[in-house]
């Protein structure tokens, strides 16, 4: 077992690893990452998958048989995330039924054409959720306006859901309210409350965006300061009376996730945002080369302070010089609604490429 993701792993966050393809479930490679790295959970998106199915041939076969009674790449494409994620579902079904269903999650994500479409959303992750036949399943929905009466719908319904395309404690409020909305109506209607949910804050993000307008001396900061600030916010809603009353009744709670937390500024380390991030009863979410790097060299040190550290003096500092936090959030989740529906087209058309005749 590698010592510096089992102290990470110990310090109470879940190591999850943001990537999946054929070839880390043939070739055993997933299963190591199980058994040697402390990983618990595994998180997929459009652009994994595209990358996956057009890197090789190792979807070609399935494509060819889904073909012949299948002439919707869409429908393709759920039908070969599915048996991917299926198999690592159940690498993780004993983790998920040691933690009782608190850890050990993959995640498939609805349609990003879906972003701006409630019932939609609501109706392929209710179906999806279904058809994977796997309870530690999320389904990705985005916490977009639109997204968010889909959260708490689905919750409502009993699908477990990953809330992406986060970037601020306002967008993390917001989603959590939506899980806690759902839960409260599954109690009224006499339902078990306990769907399980994760809330996806997108990290590295935040300074790529700003990487050419700031000082040295701001560098590689603001990702950090969003994270710690939302935590501080997580760290309050968990204990709140609202909270305390969900989990009476049986209610899980629905844990903050720290995602896109591999390192985009080539002067940064590779760790950064892992090491930064560190916090009990939360998730990390790291790519594959993240992941291997802080097994490499990563530094386990203290947790985030329930209060959020110096972050509000950190984006204070920002404010001054000129950067609106809120209206940057803002612009950053339709920049990723835009960056992901791209993804999707382009792994739409691997497939279709790959369609034979």
């Known amino acids: 077992m590698n010592e510096n993701n089992k102290r990470l792993h110990d310090q109470g966050q879940s190591l999850w690893v943001d990537n999946i393809t054929r070839a880390m479930l043939d070739d055993g490679t997933l299963a190591k990452y199980i058994a040697e790295l402390s990983v618990t959970g595994l998180t997929s998106n459009p652009t994994i998958f595209e990358k996956a199915i057009g890197g090789g041939s190792d979807y070609d076969a399935q494509i060819a048989e889904l073909a012949a009674t299948e002439?919707?790449?869409?429908?393709?494409?759920?039908?070969?995330?599915?048996?991917?994620?299926?198999?690592?579902?159940?690498?993780?079904?004993?983790?998920?039924?040691?933690?009782?269903?608190v850890d050990g999650f993959v995640s498939l994500e609805v349609s990003p054409l879906l972003a701006d479409d409630t019932d939609g959303t609501i109706s392929q992750a209710v179906d999806l959720h279904a058809r994977a036949e796997r309870d530690n399943l999320f389904i990705k929905i985005p916490g977009t306006p639109a997204g968010l009466p889909a959260i708490e719908e689905a919750i409502f319904r009993g699908v477990p859901v990953n809330v992406t395309l986060l970037f601020s404690r306002e967008q993390y409020l917001a989603a959590a309210d939506a899980y806690m909305k759902g839960v409260e109506r599954r109690i009224e209607a006499g339902?078990?409350?306990?769907?399980?949910?994760?809330?996806?804050?997108?990290?590295?993000?935040?300074?790529?965006?700003?990487?050419?307008?700031?000082?040295d001396e701001l560098r590689a900061k603001l990702g950090i300061a969003i994270g710690q600030r939302t935590y501080a916010a997580y760290r309050e809603l968990i204990a709140s009376d609202r909270a305390q009353r969900l989990a009476n009744e049986g209610a899980m709670t629905q844990r903050l996730l720290m995602a896109s937390t591999g390192t985009k500024d080539p002067d940064a380390s590779d760790v950064l945002y892992i090491e930064a991030l560190g916090a009990p009863n939360t998730v990390n979410t790291m790519p594959e080369a993240a992941l291997l790097a802080y097994a490499d060299h990563g530094v386990t040190g203290a947790p985030i302070s329930p209060d959020g550290g110096d972050a509000e003096e950190v984006l204070a500092s920002y404010a001054e010089a000129g950067f609106d936090v809120d209206a940057l959030a803002a612009r950053l989740q339709d920049e990723g609604k835009v960056s992901f529906e791209k993804s999707w087209h382009d792994l739409i058309d691997t497939i279709r490429q790959q369609i034979p005749g």
């Open 71 to 101: 002439n919707d790449p869409e429908g393709i494409f759920f039908e070969l995330a599915i048996t991917d994620l299926r198999r690592a579902a159940d690498l993780f079904a004993d983790t998920a039924a040691r933690t009782h269903g």
């Open 191 to 215: 339902l078990d409350p306990a769907v399980n949910s994760v809330a996806s804050l997108f990290i590295s993000r935040w300074d790529a965006a700003v990487i050419n307008d700031v000082s």
